[in-house]
């Protein structure tokens, strides 16, 4: 290990405090949950940011100036054990994730935009249907979610096994379209990283079945304006998630984000944070104070 991950992460604490972010953790279900916080200068709903299976709020600073002038309000929600939520007692199940996530868009007391990558699209999504009254719309960020199921779902068991540094470069490799040039000074602390407690507690269970997809039905009760942005480079979840995101939501909701991978809001930053911004800007007037 060069660079230890743990000063990468306090780097990106740094940035986000240095932003104006409040950094806080509070109670919900036992579980401690860490949040990113801070007012902003727009008219927009607040926007709730959750990231994906083994990452944390870093990936979402390139948005951040972004959400602070368009929106009322900006939170980036740490789930259980990831970035600074402490580990208590055994690591949290996915469904004790969305519910960590559900207990925090409770909180802001007002209708608020999710905005989710991967694992955190999938519990977006499902948190949009199950609490519509409290959803003003949801951007989707190569979302987690479509069916994943036999040798699809295998390679992102694998992916995800880390444990040494060569799967832990592999991993950046399907995680990016062109994967940052000194990511292997980090990679002995991903490869460690991921295969922690609180990541491997998520993929078994992806390891022990096929996932299904959120049904049809869930889907349907989404009533605010959905946007998926998908890196048409993706190499972590299969090219016919798009297919059925069109097919489950509108074929208008889905568009692509040319030289991207899996995490289009860190490869083509300002793309994203500008169809972003309009996506704000054009939610329904009754959403806005």
């Given at each position: ?95 004790e994730c969305g519910e960590a996530v ?40 190569n979302p987690a979610g479509a069916p ?142």
């Amino acid at each position: 290990m060069i660079v230890p991950l743990s000063a990468v992460w306090l780097a990106a604490h740094a940035l986000y405090r240095v932003q104006g972010f409040a950094s806080r953790t509070f109670q919900t279900g036992g579980r401690a949950l860490h949040l990113y916080e801070r007012s902003g200068h727009g008219r927009a709903p607040p926007a709730l940011l959750i990231h994906g299976l083994g990452g944390n709020a870093y990936s979402f600073l390139p948005l951040l100036r972004t959400l602070v002038r368009e929106s009322r309000r900006v939170v980036a929600v740490e789930l259980p054990g990831h970035g600074r939520s402490p580990l208590a007692g055994e690591p949290a199940t996915l469904a004790e994730c969305g519910e960590a996530v559900a207990a925090a868009l409770v909180e802001l007391g007002e209708p608020a935009v999710l905005i989710g990558n991967s694992l955190g699209g999938a519990i977006g999504l499902y948190t949009a249907a199950l609490l519509p009254d409290r959803v003003a719309g949801f951007v989707g960020l190569n979302p987690a979610g479509a069916p994943l199921v036999g040798a699809d779902r295998r390679a992102v068991v694998d992916a995800f096994r880390g444990g040494d540094v060569a799967a832990a470069r592999e991993l950046v490799g399907r995680l990016y379209h062109r994967p940052p040039k000194a990511s292997w000074l980090v990679a002995r602390g991903l490869a460690e990283h991921w295969a922690s407690r609180p990541v491997q507690k998520l993929v078994e269970e992806l390891r022990l079945a096929d996932q299904p997809g959120i049904p049809a039905e869930t889907v349907a009760r989404i009533v605010g304006p959905v946007l998926i942005l998908w890196g048409e480079h993706d190499r972590i979840l299969p090219a016919s998630s798009v297919d059925w995101f069109r097919a489950a939501l509108r074929p208008d909701s889905v568009e692509m984000v040319p030289g991207a991978g899996h995490l289009p809001q860190l490869e083509q930053s300002r793309l994203v944070a500008a169809r972003v911004a309009r996506f704000l800007r054009e939610l329904p007037s009754l959403s806005r104070k």
